[in-house]
């Protein structure tokens, strides 16, 4: 017979830390191409928020993205899921449309337009996003009186941080805008409607990109010869912004989200979403997501080493510190308020820097190596065959092979041969074969985890280390399963955090697990990892 014994269970309550509420406020922060060890090379040099998080929070240097292809979409994704590509559906930035044969976004909904700017074949739904997310979770979880607010310069960064069930605005290039789709809202909220009138990226048509410390502050040179000069921003400091124009337009807007002084406009833009929201005014937990983009097109345009990225870390290092304390004063201190930091992938050297420095570098061009692939494979079967490459994906497609005259299997796997034998490619695989093949170098298991059928290639590939897949002539690219690539930071800071430098790697989809573990919820449904417990204080 069961007896309960009042004062073992009384005390047993007071042994144990109470319940707590979960933070009022909790601000997810994602830094677009932040790799590791740009961050850790940075950091002695660093003075503000960033370096502010790094030493005072839970800090774990090495989270690894466990698929083949780290790239800005499926990366977003897998932080707001906890989920690998083959869960969450979220591939690449573009797939190509098998229908088609053309490349689009990855986020495409022709039934949710664009609101506020011109119809477009960019990304505007979360409608190709499989897994639930943390936001999704939230408003669930609060029976929809939680808000989930996301913000970002991408929209396909914004989209999976809101997920389906919170509110995605992101900067459109088009515009100068910050825009929607319809699958969010019918018309955009009063706050960011004030917001978007005083027409923010317009003041700074007129102002240069100058370096923000005395020219003793950055290593190496300013002018190197493989740094794009898009936009009419030039290689060296300072750069314009005008874009080439007379006049604020789609050109200066690029050129000034391309510079880190968008960052500023990031965290104005989230100060209209805290006070026109009410973000973090009551016991209900509400989460404000900002990615900030301008660090990765800085890194695509001059890469990881040049002085405008080191530039653009001292810029992010203040807009982070501007960033938290307009949180904290949202969610009425720190004690109730969480604070999130990580990134979407990593990034390669300029393959050229690498080279002059003696290493096995070389740029690979995806365009000349699809129009050798379809010629050899024409070649060999004749007919109308075409190879597509995308990133480390080959889509197979023509008449010959659609119409069923020659073996799919066959192409896949003739295809898979011939790339392997390319001097810059370390391992091919034909989809066939993807989960039979032996793996013996680690390679294959990262790319079966960014599989999913449908959306991605036919054959898939690894190129060498130190090897960057890039159609330009000039800066560099993301998107391999290598370290530079794959390690980005991950920093905890706030309520129910213990601080501290945890030097263990872990996994990506370990973030949203912790972040719902600190809020109270369970687990987004379709999550891989674990929250990370170690760094949620006693008994959490």
């Known amino acids: 017979m069961f007896r309960f014994r009042a004062l073992p269970f009384l005390l047993l309550l007071i042994t144990l830390p109470a319940?707590?509420?979960?933070?009022?406020?909790?601000?997810?922060?994602?830094?677009d191409a932040l790799g590791s060890d740009l961050l850790l090379r940075t950091r002695p040099r660093l003075k503000g928020g960033l370096r502010q998080l790094t030493d005072s929070g839970a800090f774990y240097p090495y989270a690894r993205y466990d698929y083949a292809k780290p790239r800005t979409a499926p990366g977003h994704a897998t932080l707001a899921t906890g989920a690998n590509p083959w869960r969450h559906g979220i591939v690449d930035n573009r797939i190509i449309n098998r229908a088609?044969?053309?490349?689009?976004?990855?986020?495409?909904?022709?039934?949710?337009?664009?609101?506020?700017a011109p119809l477009s074949q960019e990304d505007v739904s979360?409608?190709?996003?499989?897994?639930?997310?943390?936001?999704?979770?939230?408003?669930?979880?609060?029976?929809?009186?939680?808000?989930?607010?996301?913000?970002?310069?991408?929209?396909?960064?914004?989209?999976?941080?809101?997920?389906r069930l919170g509110q995605a605005y992101w900067y459109d290039e088009t515009v100068g805008k910050f825009v929607t789709g319809t699958w969010y809202t019918k018309e955009l909220p009063g706050w960011l409607k004030t917001f978007n009138a005083a027409n923010p990226p317009d003041a700074w048509f007129s102002k240069t990109w100058e370096p923000l410390l005395p020219r003793t502050g950055y290593m190496g040179e300013d002018d190197r010869s493989y740094e794009g000069e898009f936009y009419g921003l030039g290689r060296t400091f300072p750069h314009p912004l005008t874009g080439g124009l007379t006049a604020p337009g789609p050109l200066s807007y690029s050129a000034f989200a391309i510079s880190p002084l968008s960052l500023d406009l990031m965290v104005k833009a989230a100060r209209a979403a805290i006070e026109g929201e009410n973000l973090g005014k009551d016991e209900v937990p509400d989460l404000l997501a900002v990615s900030f983009s301008a660090t990765d097109r800085v890194f695509h345009q001059y890469g990881p080493n040049s002085w405008e990225m080191q530039d653009t870390l001292y810029r992010l290092d203040k807009a982070v510190g501007d960033l938290v304390a307009l949180a904290e004063r949202a969610a009425g201190g720190r004690a109730n308020l969480l604070v999130v930091l990580t990134a979407d992938h990593g990034g390669a050297a300029v393959p050229e820097q690498w080279a002059a420095s003696g290493v096995a570098a070389e740029r690979v061009n995806p365009a000349a190596l699809s129009k050798r692939l379809t010629e050899a494979l024409r070649a060999q079967f004749g007919g109308d065959i075409t190879a597509t490459i995308e990133e480390l994906d080959v889509y197979l497609g023509g008449k010959t092979l659609e119409g069923g005259k020659v073996d799919g299997a066959a192409v896949r796997r003739a295809a898979a041969t011939w790339l392997a034998k390319q001097p810059a490619v370390t391992l091919a695989v034909a989809s066939d074969d993807l989960y039979t093949m032996p793996d013996v170098a680690g390679l294959v298991a990262p790319l079966r985890r960014g599989y999913f059928p449908g959306r991605s290639?036919?054959?898939?590939?690894?190129?060498?280390?130190?090897?960057?897949?890039?159609?330009?002539?000039?800066?560099?690219?993301?998107?391999?399963?290598?370290?530079?690539?794959?390690?980005?930071?991950?920093?905890?800071?706030?309520?129910?955090?213990?601080?501290?430098?945890?030097?263990?790697?872990?996994?990506?989809?370990?973030?949203?697990?912790?972040?719902?573990?600190?809020?109270?919820?369970?687990?987004?449904?379709?999550?891989?990892?674990?929250?990370?417990?170690?760094?949620?204080?006693?008994?959490?």
Do not use: C, W
């Open 457 to 540: 290639g036919d054959v898939l590939f690894v190129v060498k280390p130190f090897h960057v897949i890039s159609t330009e002539s000039v800066g560099t690219n993301h998107g391999t399963p290598y370290a530079y690539d794959q390690l980005v930071p991950l920093i905890l800071a706030g309520k129910g955090v213990r601080p501290g430098t945890y030097m263990r790697e872990i996994s990506t989809t370990d973030v949203a697990p912790t972040v719902a573990a600190a809020l109270e919820m369970g687990l987004p449904s379709s999550a891989e990892g674990e929250p990370r417990y170690e760094a949620l204080g006693a008994g959490r």
């Open 126 to 163: 979360p409608a190709n996003l499989l897994a639930e997310t943390v936001a999704d979770k939230l408003r669930l979880a609060t029976q929809e009186q939680g808000k989930a607010i996301a913000l970002s310069g991408k929209a396909r960064s914004a989209i999976p941080l809101a997920g």
């Open 100 to 116: 088609t044969g053309k490349p689009e976004r990855v986020f495409p909904d022709p039934s949710h337009p664009v609101l506020e």
């Open 19 to 31: 319940l707590a509420k979960p933070p009022r406020l909790t601000l997810f922060i994602t830094v």
